[in-house]
Every structure is written in structure tokens, then in C-alpha cells.
Nanobody, 119 residues
Framework: EIRVVQSGGGSVQAGGSLRLSCTAS?????????VTWYRQAPGKSREFVSS??????TTYADPVKGRFTLSHSSKNTFDLQMDSLKPEDTGTYSC?????????????WGQGTQVTVSS
């Protein structure tokens, strides 16, 4: 059974940087299909941040383009580098790992990580 663990996050002043990591507990022989980061600010609904789909390009939400970078940093780990952070980036960040197989496999969520950006 694949488990997904998040690390990183914390508190930073506006303009600072943080790195979030999303690590799958084992490397399925099928590899990954996609990894997506979402965030949820207090009192707001969850929103898309960035996604990497195997064999396709990485995509970003407009509010984070040019500031966030999602990378497949190692076999099982996907990092979200967040630079030039703004107070509106504050929220709980969650990664969603979609296995490459079997077809229709259920995606696995990380536990969530708090990011707080002060002005």
C-alpha cells in the first residue's frame, strides 16, 4: 500500500521562500501518473496550485506562475519550491499522488502542511 508523506512548510515573511515535499512510501513498478498540489486558505475552498503529469509538462495556477516550481526531485519525491511568497499564499497545502496503475487506481493524499506568510 502506497502512503504519501508531506514535509516542509512553516512560517515566513512576505518575499521569503519555503519548500514542500511530497514523498510516496514506495515506488510502484507502475511509477506515478500525476502529482498535484492544492491549497486551502481559512474560510475558502480548496484550490489547484500545480500539477506534474508523467510525460507531460508541469502546470501552474495563475496566482503562482513564475514564483512556484514543482519538480520530480528524486524517485519518490516531488518538491514544490515556493519563492517570493505573499500573504495570500497562506493556507494548508496538500499533495495528491495518483499511481500509474492499475487503471483507475485511487489517488492518495498527503496529510497536509501549513504555510503561513506574514506581511
Amino acid at each position: 500500500e502506497i502512503r504519501v508523506v508531506q514535509s516542509g512548510g512553516g512560517s515566513v515573511q512576505a518575499g521569503g521562500s519555503l519548500r514542500l515535499s511530497c514523498t510516496a512510501s514506495e515506488h510502484s513498478y507502475c511509477d506515478y501518473k500525476s502529482v498535484t498540489w492544492y491549497r486551502q486558505a481559512p474560510g475558502k475552498s480548496r484550490e489547484f496550485v500545480s500539477s506534474i503529469v508523467k510525460y507531460y509538462r508541469t502546470t501552474y495556477a495563475d496566482p503562482v506562475k513564475g514564483r512556484f516550481t514543482l519538480s520530480h526531485s528524486s524517485k519518490n519525491t516531488f518538491d514544490l519550491q515556493m519563492d517570493s511568497l505573499k500573504p495570500e499564499d497562506t493556507g494548508t497545502y496538500s499533495c495528491r499522488y495518483e499511481p500509474g496503475c492499475p487503471v483507475g487506481a485511487t489517488a492518495i493524499w498527503g496529510q497536509g502542511t501549513q504555510v503561513t506568510v506574514s506581511s
